[in-house]
């Protein structure tokens, strides 16, 4: 079946510019998640949403970032004003119920260049 | 801070033997740790996970062990074959109301020589 598909797969922006990042989890997966990777280092956690809502989003960096999920399937993470700081491999990840025993299921990621 | 450490950013290998990925840890929260391996392009994959509630967990080539005391874990591949190189990063869920919020390790790239 398909997997956790994510769009675009490189987006180079100018700073100061505003972009979206969109993600198509596996159908029926309630649980989403968004994770950042900057080079060289591990995932970082930014956003978890259950259903429609966004139950944890203690890893937004800033209020730049702002994430929604309107339906409980498709999430588009959504970045004002960017910094070439913001610069990663932003991934996005689906499980079924979000517990302990449903390992996550990631995307290829979104690679963002802030020029 | 760095709660969750791979000391060792690679590790070559020859087919056939065993291959051994460390990972330590500084939150005493965590109880559930994972393995992803991860291939260049394409998003981390679910390897094994174990809960703090065991030692150790088995899955046909893998092995992940765990020792809370030391706060340590280890994921033993063995036999070691060409397709396992990739990087691997090793991950902590410190459970609460938000499952599935890890965080990771910086990465071991494992390379397996024919």
């Known amino acids: 079946g398909a997997g956790v598909s994510q769009t675009p797969s490189n987006k180079v922006t100018e700073k100061g510019k505003y972009v979206e990042l969109r993600c198509d989890p596996i159908?029926?997966?309630?649980?989403l998640y968004w994770y950042r990777q900057s080079l060289g280092q591990g995932p970082e956690f930014l956003i978890y949403?259950?259903?429609?809502?966004?139950?944890?989003d203690s890893g937004l960096p800033n209020d730049r970032f702002f994430a929604v999920r309107p339906e409980g399937s498709v999430s588009t993470l959504k970045i004002q004003r960017t910094e070439r700081g913001d610069s990663a491999v932003y991934l996005c990840?689906?499980?079924?119920?979000?517990?302990?025993?449903?390992?996550?299921?990631f995307g290829n990621g979104t690679r963002l260049t802030v020029t | 801070d760095q709660q969750v450490k791979q000391n060792s950013p690679s590790l070559s290998v020859q087919e056939g033997r065993i291959s051994i990925l460390n990972c330590d840890y500084t939150?005493?929260?965590?109880?559930?740790f994972l393995w992803y391996k991860k291939y260049p392009a394409e998003g981390p994959t679910f390897l094994i996970s174990?809960?703090?509630?065991?030692d150790k967990n088995e899955d046909g080539r893998f092995t992940v062990f765990l020792n809370k005391s030391a706060k340590h874990l280890s994921l033993h591949i063995v036999p070691s074959q060409p397709g396992d190189s990739a990087v691997y990063f090793c991950?902590?869920?410190?459970?609460?109301?938000?499952?599935?919020?890890?965080?990771f390790g910086q990465g071991t790239i494992l390379t397996v020589h024919p």
């Open positions: 990840a689906s499980s079924s119920r979000g517990g302990k025993g449903s390992p996550l299921h």
């Open positions: 159908s029926g997966h309630t649980a």
């Open positions: 949403f259950q259903g429609t809502g966004a139950a944890d």
């Open positions: 939150n005493s929260m965590f109880d559930y």
């Open positions: 174990i809960s703090s509630i065991k």
């Open positions: 991950a902590a869920d410190a459970g609460g109301t938000s499952y599935g919020k890890l965080t």
